[in-house]
T-cell receptor, first 114, second 117 residues
């Protein structure tokens, strides 16, 4: 069974600083997709960034980047120049290659402080 | 933009009542999902559907049923609500995955917060 672990239930960061959210996963598959989703307070879940396991290059979307370590089964999210609007729950997610069953971690609540 | 709409943002029901949660998507997605979100547990899959009238159990289907009579609509039904079903319910949709042509990204509704008294 595939599992996703987020070991940091809560984190905080000062505005304009950098923060890294951790995620590990367990799978026997060689090819799969990884995602970070953001859920702002009382708002819907949106995709932040995705990574294909067969790509060695780490994905980047503006201030958001990932550190994908396939051998270690680690997929951390780095937020640079943190903004107040980054305050949200962040979920790491994994989807295997052969079905549509996306698996989520327990989430990390990030607070950006002014 | 993909839009996934859940019929009710907040519901309060009594134990034993039948509860319907409706979800509609407007992007012709094949797949639709119902998740339950609880603090410290993340999102857990209740049911999903990959086609009209098709359904598959997720991790926690007990106490729930679903209906998909039309491609755009996926309903979650609590036949007899119980207090342990108080939770946030999230509907999502995605395209059917075809190898590398689609990553299986989910598009979510705003959620329905259900309280069972």
């Amino acid at each position: 069974a595939q599992t996703v672990t987020q070991s940091q239930p809560e984190m905080s960061v000062q505005e304009a600083e950098t923060v890294t959210l951790s995620c590990t996963y367990d799978t026997s598959e060689n090819n799969y997709y990884l995602f970070w989703y953001k859920q702002p307070p009382s708002r819907q879940m949106i995709l932040v960034i995705r990574q294909e396991a067969y790509k060695q290059q780490n994905a980047t979307e503006n201030r958001f980047s990932v550190n994908f370590q396939k051998a270690a089964k680690s997929f951390s999210l780095k937020i640079s120049d943190s903004q107040l609007g980054d305050t949200a729950m962040y979920f790491c997610a994994f989807i295997p290659p052969v079905n549509n069953d996306m698996r989520f971690g327990a989430g990390t609540r990030l607070t950006v402080k002014p | 933009d993909v839009k996934v709409t859940q019929s009710s943002r907040y519901l309060v029901k009594r134990t034993g009542e039948k509860v319907f949660l409706e979800c509609v998507q407007d992007m012709d997605h094949e797949n639709m999902f119902w998740y339950r979100q609880d603090p410290g547990l993340g999102l857990r899959l209740i049911y999903f559907s990959y086609d009209v009238k098709m359904k598959e159990k997720g991790d926690i289907p007990e106490g729930y049923s679903v209906s998909r009579e039309k491609k755009e609509r996926f309903s979650l039904i609590l036949e007899s609500a119980s207090t342990n079903q108080t939770s946030m319910y999230l509907c999502a949709s995605s395209l059917w995955r075809l190898a590398e042509s689609n990553t299986g990204e989910l598009f979510f509704g705003e959620g329905s917060r259900l309280t069972v008294l």
